[in-house]
């Protein structure tokens, strides 16, 4: 996810980490670059160097698409668009639902958001028909708490494979770690740098200028990244 991509910044960047050997794409619809992925993904397979089989691509629900009846339409529009057949993993993005078809972020007359009240427990057990119709061989869940993910294990005969949540040096989520290591989950971090583009970031320090790692890099030799 690029903020401020103005062209195929981020599907040229993609192409090349995979030439250099990566092998995790995770997108999400709500990055508004499904079909640049799309492009990527299929200059790569083009090449013939590396195969489908060969990438674990991770796709992700957004909020306007948490009914029922229109999980699986909101999986195919993303694969379509991915030019994929399948999603290795495929992610509940957010657990707070969002009224559909006025925007990626609704809001009513007030201002406020414009939440849908979908539950967690229908979209998921709608995520466990995916799995059972191939659009996905995995799913899981992103920014949900311990208590969401009770709530979820509770009802389906799916467990969430992963949880994707922020960790980095100045917030590594240690309460998230320990539970989903008791109840096998794989914890996934983004933000490695904390999000310094984002409001929450902006007015802290960059992370790699951060004191503590920079007394550690000097003593070991290595720079802070």
């Known amino acids: 996810w690029f903020h401020g991509d103005t062209g195929n910044q981020m599907r040229d960047a993609v192409v090349q980490a995979v030439d250099m050997g990566y092998r995790h ?8 670059n499904e079909k640049k992925m799309g492009e990527a993904f299929s200059t ?12 674990f691509i991770t796709g992700k629900l957004w909020g306007t698409e948490h009914a029922k009846d229109r999980v699986e339409a909101a999986c195919r529009s993303s694969l379509k668009d991915c030019q994929l057949d399948y999603f290795d993993l495929y992610l509940i993005h957010w657990p707070t639902g969002f009224i559909p078809d006025n925007g990626n972020l609704p809001k009513r007359e007030n201002g406020q958001l414009a939440f849908s009240g979908v539950t967690i427990e229908e979209c998921w057990l709608a995520m466990e028909d995916l799995v059972k119709k191939g659009l996905t061989r995995a799913i899981g869940l992103s920014n949900f708490n311990t208590e969401q993910i009770t709530r979820l294990m509770k009802i389906g005969s ?3 494979v992963v949880l994707q949540v922020e960790s980095n040096p100045r917030f590594q989520n240690d309460a998230l770690r320990k539970y989903c290591k008791k109840h096998g989950i794989q914890m996934v971090g983004y933000s490695p740098f904390g999000s310094p583009d984002l409001p929450w970031g902006r007015p802290l320090p960059h992370i790699l200028v951060d004191p503590t790692l920079v007394r550690i890099a000097e003593e070991v030799g290595k720079s802070t990244a």
């Open 158 to 160: 799916m467990k969430p």
């Open 25 to 32: 794409i995770d997108c999400a619809y709500i990055y508004l």
């Open 44 to 55: 790569i397979f083009e090449k013939g160097e590396v195969k489908r089989e060969d990438l």
